[in-house]
């Protein structure tokens, strides 16, 4: 495990290994305390933010060092969310060619699956999902949108997402979902967790 300093009221921890995304989430669920201010997740890593009035560095990184973060990180129950999707997003097509496939084949492929959601990322809890049957890497724009609608179902790397919110983007887009998936009157304000799985479900016609 690395920790780093970041500033004087932030640690950057990084568990290392094969499960960190379980490690990360562990942590996250185990840190408490009032010193201890905002958590940020991602798949390998964890922003722990703290009142450096309360507590040093060098105190809060020996107590996460004494934690166990390397049992199996398993949610109460690792719930199956389906989600309708249009697949008529303008760089299907794109995708479809970088990966040498037919446009059905990125839609088997991709609505074949179950996709894990790892961790909620930005905007607004985007669900940070990975799983992907794709036989490689698919590459980024080579410049981002600077607005994608919400409910757009895109794809970069080995990881798929669906934009919670209207926000920039540089992933693929290859669809787009009529759920609403933040509520921010809700808390939480999404249904989904970490350990949770998305499977997408193509469906004809015009959305709203």
């Known amino acids: 495990m690395k920790i780093e300093h970041c500033g004087d009221s932030a640690l950057l921890v990084r568990p290392g290994g094969d499960s960190a995304w379980q490690a990360v989430q562990n942590l996250a669920d185990a840190l408490t305390g009032s010193d201890v201010t905002d958590l940020v997740a991602t798949y390998d890593s964890l922003l722990v933010t703290f009142d450096c009035a309360r507590v040093r560095h060098d105190e809060l990184a020996a107590r996460i060092r004494e934690l166990d973060l390397e049992k199996a990180y398993t949610p109460p129950v690792s719930r199956l969310f389906e989600i309708p999707v249009v697949y008529d997003g303008p760089d299907l097509a794109d995708v479809a060619l970088e ?23 930005a905007p607004a809890g985007a669900p940070m999902l990975d799983g992907s049957p794709f036989p490689a890497r698919v590459s980024r724009r080579p410049s981002p949108r600077t607005s994608v609608p919400a409910g757009s179902v895109a794809v970069s790397g080995t990881q798929a997402v ?28 999404v249904p989904y967790r970490p350990g949770d799985r998305f499977r997408f479900v193509p469906v004809s016609g015009a959305l709203p």
């Not at 084949?105 to 179950?114: C, M, N």
């Not at 934009?163 to 509520?183: C, H």
């Open 99 to 121: 990966l040498g496939l037919s446009e059905d084949e990125v839609v088997r492929l991709h609505s074949g699956t179950d996709w894990v959601v790892r961790f909620l990322g």
């Open 162 to 189: 669906i934009y919670p919110v209207v926000s920039p983007g540089g992933w693929r887009l290859l669809g787009r979902t009529p759920l609403k998936l933040v509520d921010t009157s809700r808390d939480p304000m």
